[in-house]
């Protein structure tokens, strides 16, 4: 009996080693933020003061092949308050540098959109669902689980040059009362140059994505492409983006349903931050416009526009932590006329990282 008890000991200790050697390399992120965010909007009688809580947990995996081959995924366990759990792909590094995100593997016209500075915090006004300017450089950029983004290495052909491709394919998913994205392509690069004193950065994409639909509408499709460009001089940061495009959605807008199209749709967007040691100061404005359509093929003739100033200050109170206060304001317009959804924001919380 000692006997098969040291032999199942033996058994049990050799397959732990076993399956620790074998496990895949694995590491944790994630962030807790609170605060407080205040609304004056232009249709309400009063204001408002609420409670503003998220956090996020994520495990990121990675393992390195005899050949050299990185092979990584990720998923998150929990992301409340900012859109649910989400899981990525697969990302292949190849001993070059270059990178290979299959399954799910996004648009390359996203991934090289320049980051504009803005405010600090979670200050936001939420405008009618009627109002479909689009407000981001990169709202074009669509994709299906099926398809691939390759990225290149850093310096391809060029110095400070990187590239990047994707394609998506057909998912067979049934378009019924609302349009459903059927194929997509992006094309992306980032240029990084410098100016005696001044690193300079410029990003670029452009995309084309086909939809379907349940026949009550012609077919019709999201395109577009932007430009930005930032620099950096000490602690100064200067940057600016525009985008020009058509969009699809499938999401029901507040009281309508069904699929929609905006044309025309303008994004440009300016900010600034400064760094003075554990502070930060930053200022955006983003002006978006568009005309929408409740017909996916026809050209829409209202137009819409979003236009938004931001402003915060950050300051890194400890490793991981740091307090923030923001402002914003938002004037909202509906079909050339102001819809009194827009108004003024502001926060003050703390964000706490990991």
């Known amino acids: 009996m000692k006997k098969e008890l040291l032999i199942a000991s033996a058994l049990v200790s050799t397959l732990g080693a076993a399956s ?6 694995a590491s944790t992120s994630g962030s807790h933020h609170t605060g407080l965010r205040g609304q004056s909007i232009d249709s309400a009688s009063a204001d408002t003061t609420t409670q503003v809580v998220a956090s996020s ?24 308050g900012t859109g649910g759990t989400q899981s990525a792909g697969l990302t292949l590094t190849f001993t ?12 390359a016209a996203k991934t090289h959109d320049i980051s504009v500075p803005g405010g600090a915090g979670e200050a936001s006004i939420t405008v009618t669902g009627n109002n479909r300017a689009q407000t981001g450089l990169d709202f074009f950029g669509e ?7 390759w990225h290149s290495a850093a310096d391809f052909m060029a110095d400070g040059l990187k590239i990047g491709a994707s394609f998506s394919a057909d998912t067979g998913a049934a378009a019924d009362a609302s349009a459903t994205l059927e194929s997509s392509w992006g094309l992306g690069a980032t240029y990084v140059t410098s100016a005696g004193d001044t690193a300079v950065t410029i990003g670029a994409g452009i995309a084309d994505s086909d939809w379907k639909d349940s026949g009550t509408a012609p077919s019709s499709g999201s395109n577009g492409f932007h430009i930005g460009i930032s620099a950096v001089t000490g602690n100064l940061t200067v940057a600016a983006g525009y985008a020009n495009g058509d969009k699809v959605s499938a999401g029901a807008a507040t009281g309508e349903t069904g699929e929609y199209e905006v044309n025309d749709n303008t994004v440009t967007k300016v900010g600034a931050k400064y760094v003075s040691g554990d502070v930060t100061l930053s200022v955006g404005y983003s002006s978006g416009s568009g005309k ?9 003739t209202a137009e819409d526009a979003n236009d938004s100033t931001d402003a915060g200050i950050s300051y ?11 402002w914003k304001n938002v004037d909202s317009q509906e079909a050339g006329a102001s819809d009194a959804s827009g108004g003024t924001s502001w926060y003050i919380g703390a964000n706490m990282a990991f």
């Open 316 to 326: 890194a109170v400890a490793s991981g932590v740091t307090a923030n206060i923001g």
């Open 292 to 300: 929408d359509s409740t017909t996916l093929g026809t050209a829409g």
């Open 57 to 80: 947990f994520s495990v990121s995996l990675s393992e390195t092949t005899d050949g050299g081959v990185g092979i990584a995924s990720s998923f998150m366990l929990a992301n409340e």
């Open 20 to 25: 620790v050697a074998n496990a895949v390399t």
């Open 96 to 107: 070059d540098g270059s990178k290979l995100d299959i399954i799910n593997g996004g648009n």
């Open 143 to 149: 994709a299906t689980a099926v398809g691939f983004e």
